[in-house]
Protein backbone atom coordinates (compact mmCIF):
# COMPACT_ATOMS: atom_id res chain seq x y z
CA UNK A 1 0.00 0.00 0.00
CA UNK A 2 0.98 3.36 -0.23
CA UNK A 3 0.83 5.93 2.70
CA UNK A 4 1.82 9.48 3.10
CA UNK A 5 3.71 10.35 5.51
CA UNK A 6 4.39 14.17 6.68
CA UNK A 7 7.46 15.19 8.39
CA UNK A 8 8.19 17.82 10.49
CA UNK A 9 11.34 19.01 11.19
CA UNK A 10 12.11 22.11 13.43
CA UNK A 11 15.22 23.84 15.02
CA UNK A 12 15.24 22.54 18.77
CA UNK A 13 14.22 25.12 21.34
CA UNK A 14 17.31 25.72 23.41
CA UNK A 15 19.37 26.80 20.10
CA UNK A 16 19.12 30.46 18.40
CA UNK A 17 16.75 30.38 15.35
CA UNK A 18 18.30 33.25 13.10
CA UNK A 19 15.62 32.26 10.08
CA UNK A 20 13.25 33.06 12.77
CA UNK A 21 14.60 35.85 13.87
CA UNK A 22 14.82 37.27 10.83
CA UNK A 23 11.27 37.08 9.92
CA UNK A 24 10.60 38.45 13.33
CA UNK A 25 12.17 41.77 12.20
CA UNK A 26 10.29 41.55 9.00
CA UNK A 27 7.10 41.22 10.52
CA UNK A 28 8.15 44.23 13.04
CA UNK A 29 9.47 46.26 10.40
CA UNK A 30 6.04 45.82 8.65
CA UNK A 31 4.34 47.24 11.46
CA UNK A 32 3.15 43.60 12.19
CA UNK A 33 4.19 43.81 16.66
CA UNK A 34 1.66 41.06 18.31
CA UNK A 35 3.96 38.38 16.82
CA UNK A 36 5.91 37.51 20.33
CA UNK A 37 8.08 34.65 18.69
CA UNK A 38 8.95 32.34 15.49
CA UNK A 39 10.96 29.66 14.61
CA UNK A 40 11.22 28.44 11.13
CA UNK A 41 11.30 24.76 9.66
CA UNK A 42 10.86 22.25 7.21
CA UNK A 43 7.71 20.15 6.17
CA UNK A 44 8.27 17.62 4.15
CA UNK A 45 5.66 14.51 2.52
CA UNK A 46 6.76 11.36 1.66
CA UNK A 47 5.21 8.82 -0.21
CA UNK A 48 5.88 5.53 1.54
CA UNK A 49 5.55 2.18 -0.36
CA UNK A 50 4.36 -0.20 2.71
CA UNK A 51 2.91 -2.86 4.60
CA UNK A 52 1.02 -0.76 7.29
CA UNK A 53 1.16 2.21 8.55
CA UNK A 54 3.56 1.37 10.86
CA UNK A 55 5.70 0.68 8.99
CA UNK A 56 5.19 3.23 6.43
CA UNK A 57 6.14 5.60 10.16
CA UNK A 58 9.20 3.50 10.38
CA UNK A 59 10.56 3.99 7.68
CA UNK A 60 10.01 7.69 7.56
CA UNK A 61 11.61 7.86 11.24
CA UNK A 62 14.96 6.00 9.58
CA UNK A 63 14.67 8.99 6.57
CA UNK A 64 14.58 11.58 9.12
CA UNK A 65 17.28 10.19 11.61
CA UNK A 66 19.86 9.76 8.34
CA UNK A 67 18.88 12.53 6.40
CA UNK A 68 16.16 14.75 6.61
CA UNK A 69 17.04 16.22 10.25
CA UNK A 70 20.15 16.98 11.75
CA UNK A 71 19.67 15.52 15.63
CA UNK A 72 22.38 18.00 16.86
CA UNK A 73 20.30 20.93 15.93
CA UNK A 74 16.90 19.80 15.36
CA UNK A 75 13.97 17.78 16.01
CA UNK A 76 11.60 15.77 13.52
CA UNK A 77 8.09 14.59 14.36
CA UNK A 78 6.33 11.77 12.02
CA UNK A 79 2.74 11.84 11.24
CA UNK A 80 0.90 8.87 8.77
CA UNK A 81 -2.20 11.23 6.83
Known amino acids: MKFTVQVKVMPLKELLDPQGKAVMSGLANLG ?25 KQIAEDASKKLLANPVMEYFEVAVI
Open 32 to 56: IKQVEDVRLGKNITLQVEAASADEA
